[in-house]
C-alpha cells in the first residue's frame, strides 16, 4: 500500500464545475502539502496544512488528522486550472513523501 | 516565476558519464531541496540543506551527491549514470530548516536524458 493515495487518478470537468480531489496517507506527518504542476512541467505550493482548512480565492484545501485525510476543491473551476495536483506529506524526519498526482483537465 | 533558478534547462548526455545540476535559491532562503520526478516513480525527494548543511535525506542513490556553497546555491553531481537516471530534476526553497511548516518555491527543473 503506498503511503500516499489520491483520488481521482484522472479528472475531467466542465468550466464552472465545482471540483474535489482527495488524498489519504497512511504516515504519521507534520504537514501535508498541495502541489500544482501546470503542463509545462512547473510546480507551484499551493498550500501547506497541519490543521483545519485554507482557502486562496477559489481553491480551499481541508484536512482531518484523525482520518487522514484531505480535500483540495476548486470552486467555479476554469480551463486554465487544468494541471496535475499532487498531494505530498513530510513527516517528523523532514522526509517528503508525494503521491502520485490526479491530472485535471477543464473543458471550455 | 518563483525566484528559484535552475541550469542547465536540458542535459543530454550518456551512460557513464557524470553531470551537475545547479540551483539558485531564492533571495534569502536557507533551505535548499532536491528532487527527482521520473516517469515510473513520480516525485521523490532526494535530500535537503540548510545554511550548508545536510538536514534530511531521501530517496538518493550513492551515486548521487549534493551541497550547499556558502552563497547558498547547491549543487547536485549525478556519476556513474544510467538510462533509468532520465528524469525531471528540480530544486526547491524555503525561508528556513523547518520545511515541514514552510512553503517551498520551486525552480523550472532540469531534465535530463541519459541515452
Known amino acids: 500500500k503506498n503511503e500516499v493515495e489520491q483520488s481521482p487518478q484522472n479528472l475531467t470537468a466542465q468550466e464552472g464545475e465545482f471540483i474535489t480531489i482527495n488524498c489519504s496517507y497512511s504516515?504519521?506527518?507534520?504537514?501535508l502539502h498541495w502541489l500544482q504542476q501546470h503542463p509545462g512541467g512547473g510546480i507551484v505550493s499551493l498550500f501547506m496544512l497541519s490543521s483545519g482548512k485554507k482557502k486562496h480565492g477559489r481553491l480551499i484545501a481541508t484536512i482531518n488528522i484523525q482520518e487522514k485525510h484531505s480535500s483540495l476543491h476548486i470552486t467555479a473551476s476554469h480551463p486554465r486550472d487544468s494541471a496535475v495536483y499532487i498531494c505530498a506529506v513530510s513527516d517528523y524526519g523532514q522526509n517528503f513523501v508525494f503521491g502520485p498526482g490526479t491530472r485535471l483537465s477543464v473543458l471550455p | 516565476d518563483s525566484g528559484v533558478t535552475q541550469t542547465p534547462k536540458h542535459l543530454i548526455t550518456a551512460t557513464g558519464q557524470r553531470v551537475t545540476l545547479r540551483c539558485s535559491p531564492r533571495s534569502g532562503d536557507l533551505s535548499v531541496y532536491w528532487y527527482q520526478q521520473s516517469l515510473d516513480q513520480g516525485l521523490q525527494f532526494l535530500i535537503q540543506?540548510?545554511?550548508?548543511?545536510?538536514?534530511a535525506k531521501g530517496n538518493i542513490l550513492e551515486r548521487f551527491s549534493a551541497q550547499q556553497f556558502p552563497d547558498l546555491h547547491s549543487e547536485l553531481n549525478l556519476s556513474s549514470l544510467e538510462l533509468g537516471d532520465s528524469a525531471l530534476y528540480f530544486c526547491?526553497?524555503?525561508?528556513?530548516?523547518?520545511?515541514?511548516?514552510?512553503?517551498?518555491?520551486f525552480g523550472p527543473g532540469t531534465r535530463l536524458t541519459v541515452l
Open positions: 504516515v504519521g506527518i507534520s504537514a
Open positions: 540543506y540548510y545554511n550548508g548543511e545536510e538536514r
Open positions: 526547491a526553497s524555503s525561508a528556513s530548516t523547518a520545511g515541514v511548516t514552510d512553503t517551498q518555491y
